[in-house]
């Protein structure tokens, strides 16, 4: 018989444990059906750099599939029981989706498919979201806890690829929509031969530094999987499996594998709480005042063009307008300045990041915010407000990263780089001063922090 594979994150041809159910559902002389549904509730609002990933990652994946992709228009529900009787497929094949309208279109899709099955195996994380849970069965609040129950749960081994594979072809495929063309931003690579390869070069060369580099913009210290991962072009299974054959390497190891816990940790928040990708996971701080009109409109503005006269955090910001990407303790600094040197809220910094970050996943996007801005889950018991400033001398004490996106710093001395208003020659031409004082701000903040938790 025929089944479907209906891909969404997972576009990838390794290591897919629902790609082998549907092979193994098809039987000895059936085949499989690989299909990708351009739903236009997800499509549509997704930021520019997504939906490029996205089609470039399509085409790499129907590359590797010899031409049998279908791409299908419209909405799940009724595009995927056309196709099930237009084909007389048997059953269809998913990787579960943990997020909420994810449960809630394949939902609505299982229901219209009426007596054909729809199997959820596997799932994009390590633990399937809702697994992990405290010895009562109440979800963890907490990173460390989680992580802990977490690794003792244990993933299982890769998928093997089934032998003697076959796709159904000849069978109808709409144009996929156009892509949006990228003013000056250049992308990674898409697909799964590029993901693996770029896997390859960080664990061949930059993984044993890993435990120090992460945290040094300047450097290439991190994997950069991350678009790749939320695409699926490779499964964190994958790189934990390949981890495991390593013989050495073990706090880096370690720490890599701690990362991957925060993804799959804040998987499991959405998914016991899918209600946090709009609000307060701590709902006392709702009523924590916020700044608004023209003056406080410009502020935003210099902050998304990366103009606040902060280095930086417009490095920052200048790299996710060139990149799509932003380096993770950088993505830190500049959400805390957003929200607590602009006094914005966290959902509105939420929003712009997911408009143009190539790797952005509602999961760990909402609740890194949620982090920075205090409202999530962090277990620290005061009101953490990043310094642009010394965080810039400790993470990037020669200025590499600063020069690399603001070059009207690029002549500044290391001293200076991070405040440029101190160097001898005053601000270089072109570059702003601060546009607001730090200091000041973050008692501002602070103020505004402990009247609401006053009530
Ligand atoms: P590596 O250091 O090589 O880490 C490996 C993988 O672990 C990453 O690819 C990622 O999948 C996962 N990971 C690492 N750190 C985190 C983390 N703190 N939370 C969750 N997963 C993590 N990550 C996204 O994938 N999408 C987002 O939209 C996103 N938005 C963020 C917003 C804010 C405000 C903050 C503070 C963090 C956000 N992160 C997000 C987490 C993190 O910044 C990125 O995953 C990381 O920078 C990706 O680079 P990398 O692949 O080189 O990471």
Request: glycine share 10%; hydrophobic share 35%.
């Amino acid at each position: 018989s025929t089944t479907l594979l209906w891909f969404r994150r997972d576009l990838r041809l390794g290591d897919h444990p629902a790609l082998l159910a549907a092979h193994d559902a098809a039987g000895p002389d059936g085949d499989v059906l690989p299909v990708f549904v351009f739903d236009d509730r997800l499509y549509g609002p997704s930021g520019e750099p997504r939906r490029r990933f996205l089609l470039d990652c399509l085409s790499a994946l129907d590359e590797d599939l010899d031409g049998a992709l279908v791409l299908r228009s419209g909405n799940p529900a009724d595009v995927l029981p056309a196709l099930v009787r237009e084909v007389g497929a048997t059953s269809v094949h998913i990787s579960a989706d943990a997020g909420p309208y994810g449960r809630r279109r394949d939902a609505a899709v299982e229901q219209a498919l009426g007596d054909v099955p729809l199997a959820r195996t596997g799932s994009p994380y390590l633990v399937t979201p809702g697994r992990v849970t405290k010895r009562d069965g109440s979800p963890f609040q907490v990173f460390s806890p989680f992580a802990r129950a977490w690794r003792e749960h244990g993933w299982r081994a890769p998928a093997h690829f089934p032998d003697g594979a076959r796709w159904r072809t000849g069978v109808r495929s709409d144009d996929p929509p156009p892509a949006p063309e990228l003013r000056g931003v250049v992308l990674p690579p898409a697909g799964e031969r590029a993901g693996l390869a770029a896997w390859a070069r960080f664990r061949d060369e930059r993984l044993l530094g890993y435990a120090e580099g992460r945290n040094l913009p300047g450097t290439d210290g991190t994997s950069r999987l991350s678009a790749y991962l939320k695409y699926g072009c490779v499964h964190p299974r994958t790189l934990l499996a390949d981890l495991a054959a390593q013989d050495d390497g073990g706090e880096a190891v370690r720490r890599y594998t701690d990362e991957l816990a925060w993804r799959d940790f804040y998987a499991d928040v959405l998914w016991h709480r899918p209600e946090s990708a709009r609000e307060y996971l701590k709902p006392e701080l709702q009523g924590m005042g916020y700044d608004s009109g023209p003056d406080a409109e410009a502020l935003v503005r210099a902050w998304e063009t990366g103009r606040t006269g902060f280095p930086l955090v417009d490095a920052g910001m200048r790299q996710l307008l060139g990149e799509a990407y932003v380096h993770n303790r950088v993505r830190m600094i500049v959400a805390s300045f957003l929200v607590k040197d602009l006094h914005q809220e966290w959902t509105r910094g939420a929003r712009y990041f997911m408009q143009h970050l190539v790797d952005g996943d509602l999961a760990s996007n909402q609740h890194g915010w949620q982090w920075v801005a205090g409202t999530g889950t962090d277990a620290s018991p005061y009101y953490r407000v990043f310094n642009p400033i010394t965080q810039g001398k400790k993470f990037d004490p020669d200025g590499t990263y600063v020069k690399r996106w603001v070059p009207e710093l690029r002549d500044l001395d290391a001293e200076h780089v991070h405040e440029p208003w101190t160097a001898p020659g005053g601000i270089p031409a072109g570059y702003p001063e601060p546009v607001v004082d730090h200091a000041h701000e973050r008692q501002v903040s602070l103020d505004r922090y402990a009247r609401v938790r006053a009530g």
